[in-house]
């Protein structure tokens, strides 16, 4: 048995030197006929190809903008131009019909110290009538909104950025915020006769003074709104609930930087 283990260790051996020999004489046979030093070792370009696979990435990506690099001006145009879109767009979008109706973020309810005439009135079988009223009130939203583009564009081109940077690296509708805190009373004010004209164009103050006149009658009480100050005020702040929309959708979504000062002073809040 012992023999034969020898034998077949032998055999192997034998086999395996001889292998090595016949690749000996290939190799040597490729050197002389090619040049080629099968002994060398090869190069391989995996590094090369990594580089140039992964270099138009870097290349091509955006490179990260320093936000120490930008000036406040640069800031405050690039956020001013973000409110003037989004002022544009919301404008847009809320005068129409059922701009103001059919949105649920924006639609404009029964005044809060009216609510009760609503009840009071569906409870006497005239629900149609403060349907009738609400649906007025967003109407004449809708009409006057289509004049709020310059009033706003005004108030945000004079309008004085301080502490831009903080405002930029703030959330998601800081610049909104700012604009609102800066300009509501002025807005108001230039506003709100544009509102006053479209309550009357779309016939929301008879239809109001009918409601509340039938209130009045039914409960022995002597309520007064003044639907001017009260659509002024949410057709303003629908506006800007438009407006802080666009500014989010600035901040979060690149492909929505359509201007290169949008997209420099945005891109520098990135990863904030």
Not at 3 to 29: E, N, P, W, Y
Not at 55 to 62: E, I, K, L, Q, V
Not at 128 to 133: R, V
Request: charged share 20%; no cysteine.
């Amino acid at each position: 048995m012992m023999r034969k283990i020898i034998l077949l260790a032998g055999g192997l051996l034998f086999s395996v030197s001889t292998q090595a020999q016949i690749l000996d004489i290939i190799k040597s046979t490729v050197k002389d006929k090619t040049g080629i030093d099968l002994n060398a070792p090869i190069k391989t370009t995996t590094g090369a190809s990594t580089s140039t696979t992964t270099s138009p990435n870097t290349s091509t990506g955006a490179s990260p903008i320093n936000l120490e690099s930008l000036t406040s001006t640069q800031i405050s145009s690039g956020l001013k131009e973000a409110l003037s879109l989004g002022v544009n767009e919301g404008v847009k979008k809320l005068g129409v019909t059922d701009g103001f109706l059919k949105n649920e973020a924006v639609k404009i309810l029964m005044p809060e110290k009216l609510r009760k005439i609503d009840t009071t009135l569906r409870a006497v079988g005239l629900g149609s009538l403060a349907d009738q009223g609400v649906k007025l009130l967003n109407r004449a939203a809708e009409d006057a909104v289509t004049e709020a583009a310059p009033i706003f564009t005004k108030a945000i081109t004079s309008m004085t950025i301080t502490d831009a940077k903080n405002i930029l690296l703030g959330n998601d509708n800081a610049a909104t915020n700012y604009l609102q805190s800066k300009t509501q009373s002025q807005l108001f004010t230039a506003f709100q006769p544009k509102v006053k004209a479209s309550l009357g164009k779309v016939g929301a103050d008879k239809v109001w003074s009918n409601l509340i006149s039938k209130y009045n009658t039914f409960t022995g009480q002597s309520v007064t709104t003044d639907l001017n100050e009260y659509v002024t005020t949410e057709a303003i702040n629908g506006v800007f609930k438009m407006v802080a929309q666009k500014e989010n959708g600035i901040r979060n979504t690149p492909a929505m930087r359509t201007t290169s000062i949008l997209q420099k002073v945005f891109g520098a809040q990135d990863g904030k």
